[in-house]
């Protein structure tokens, strides 16, 4: 059972209806184990998901074709360009490779993704569309 709480002054507090309804079946004088953790914002992670669907929108349609039409290659791409990746041999190709790490909630801290995403904006506008404004960019996706 994952139970999210807030910590306010008088204790941990249910954070929402539905984790409230997890803690009333919790027996009263029960113990419990409790593992703490700091959630991630999910608004900034849809904001990932946000500032990728619209970069896509602003790609030529050739840049589209050269990801095969494929948003979730371009992703991964992006990952990579960004430098958030883990490197693996290739025996076939005899080579050390890198594959995109996963950017999931419990593999990076709120100062790590913040870091991330600053990174992938940079890469996005030096390197798939350097002709676009910011602000016009900025504008567009509060649309996603």
Request: with cysteine; charged share 30%.
């Amino acid at each position: 059972m994952k139970l999210r709480v807030v910590n306010t002054a008088t204790g941990l507090v249910p954070e929402t209806d539905a984790d409230h309804e997890l803690k009333k079946k919790m027996k009263i004088g029960a113990t419990y184990e409790v593992t703490v953790k700091e959630v991630r914002n999910p608004k900034f992670h849809r904001l990932f998901f946000a500032l990728l669907n619209c970069s896509w929108q602003y790609l030529t349609e050739q840049q589209q074709e050269f990801f095969k039409n494929n948003v979730e290659r371009f992703r991964e791409t992006l990952l990579i360009a960004t430098g958030y990746t883990e490197t693996f041999y290739d025996i076939k190709r005899q080579a050390w490779l890198e594959k995109p790490r996963s950017i999931a909630f419990g593999k990076m801290s709120e100062a790590d993704f913040s870091d991330f995403y600053e990174r992938a904006k940079d890469v996005i506008f030096n390197y798939f569309i350097p002709e676009v404004k910011r602000d016009e960019f900025e504008q567009q996706l509060k649309w996603f």
